[in-house]
């Protein structure tokens, strides 16, 4: 249920934007989301076309993927996360609470599952584009 939260999120900054930049309509909608944040983006696009008000009926919405970087706090490494090296059960709990990653993913250098996410989660409005009333 959390996509259609995000989509409401989004159709409304997505509108205050518009009215705000004095936009007649618009045409594209670009949004980053992080990839521990785990959002269906199928659901995400569904809802969204339901949710999408009269300035918001041609956009088109563009999808994003931040890939996540995590740093090690015990020596300082840096390194993107994978998720393709988690198995299925472990991606599930990411989804639900993101906390839950430090069960998972250790530093790949030194073992230690103290980390800290630098990027890679939040959903980002990126940028929103449109025509510009006369
Ligand atoms: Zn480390």
Redesign the pocket.
């Known amino acids: 249920m959390h996509e259609w939260a995000l989509a409401e999120a989004i159709v409304s900054a997505a509108s205050e934007i518009a009215e705000k930049e004095r936009l007649k309509e618009i045409t594209h909608v670009t949004i980053k989301i992080g990839e521990l944040q785990q959002v269906d983006q199928d659901i995400l696009k569904f809802a969204l076309s339901q949710l999408k008000t009269a300035k918001l009926k041609k956009a088109k919405f563009n999808i994003e993927t931040e890939k996540a970087k995590l740093k090690?706090r015990?020596?300082g490494?840096n390194w993107a996360f994978e998720e393709e090296k988690l198995d299925e059960t472990a991606s599930e709990a990411i989804h639900f609470v993101p906390e839950i990653a430090h069960t998972y993913i250790k530093?790949p250098?030194?073992g230690?599952p103290d980390f800290e996410i630098l990027e890679g989660r939040g959903v980002v409005l990126q940028s929103v584009k449109g025509a510009k009333q006369p």
């Open positions: 090690c015990f020596c490494h530093c250098k030194c230690s």
